[in-house]
């Protein structure tokens, strides 16, 4: 089991940054890739994005591309999550989970789970 706590979240202002933290602790390596989801008032849980611990190899979703860097420090056992020009749809609360797979991108990919961080874009 892997235990996740996400750090970073807030309010941030229309066109600026965001940078999340995850740390993880537990027995990490056997859940090889982690990933990113949000979920906004009344919606799924979206995926964001995913790293594999090992290779740092990432994947994102077309609808994120270019926007979101997810980055990992092996050392720390904590995984970024950077994203750029946020808009009021970024609004949500972020978690990060710990999976395996080939580019998980569902939740039922992933079995730990953060507790989440909100984050709020202000326009």
């Known amino acids: 089991q892997v235990q996740l706590a996400e750090s970073g979240g807030g309010q941030v202002q229309a066109g600026g940054s965001l940078r999340l933290s995850c740390a993880a602790s537990?027995?990490?390596?056997?859940?090889?890739?982690m990933g990113w989801f949000r979920q906004a008032p009344g919606k799924e849980r979206e995926f964001v994005g995913c790293?594999?611990?090992?290779?740092?190899?990432?994947y994102y979703p077309e609808s994120v591309k270019g926007r979101v860097t997810i980055s990992r420090d092996n050392v720390k056992n904590t995984v970024y999550l950077q994203m750029n020009s946020v808009n009021p749809d970024d609004t949500a609360v972020y978690y990060c989970?710990?999976?395996?797979?080939?580019?998980?991108?569902?939740?039922?990919?992933?079995?730990?789970w953060g507790q989440g961080t909100q984050v709020i874009v202000s326009s």
């Open positions: 989970a710990a999976g395996t797979g080939y580019r998980p991108s569902t939740p039922r990919d992933y079995t730990d």
């Open positions: 537990g027995r990490v390596f056997e859940h090889y890739v």
């Open positions: 790293i594999y611990w090992s290779s740092g190899i990432t």
